[in-house]
């Protein structure tokens, strides 16, 4: 069974920082893009950030750009999620997701999702 589990979400001031990891299981997750995208209370899920199968290319949304960084080690079959400078408009539950394409920015490109880490940022 193909598993996605995020780790590492909970209540951080405005200006802090959290880390949200995502370990695999099932299968090896090295071959894939790998995205995180976030959804907020009475919102639809957006995209957050992508990593390329290797780690060499990263993508952000401009909401994120420049405060958040994505980080992956296919070695421990992991991606990472950096929230830097955090918001209280960061506040959502976080969601790590594979895709077995290339990076997309479009939830119907993923075919694997975690459960999902709430972030909640106070001010």
């Known amino acids: 069974q193909v598993q996605l589990v995020e780790s590492g979400g909970g209540l951080v001031q405005a200006g802090g920082s959290l880390r949200l990891s995502c370990t695999a299981s099932g299968r090896t997750f090295g071959g894939n893009a790998m995205g995180w995208f976030r959804q907020a209370p009475g919102k639809e899920r957006e995209f957050v950030g992508a990593?390329?199968?290797?780690?060499?290319?990263?993508y952000y949304s401009d909401s994120v750009k420049g405060r958040f960084t994505i980080s992956r080690d296919n070695a421990k079959n992991a991606v990472y999620l950096h929230l830097n400078s955090l918001k209280p408009e960061d506040t959502a539950v976080y969601y790590c997701a594979a895709a077995d394409n290339s990076w997309s920015d479009r939830l119907i490109d993923y075919d694997y999702w975690g459960q999902g880490a709430q972030v909640t940022v106070s001010s």
């Open positions: 990593v390329s199968w290797r780690g060499y290319s990263t």
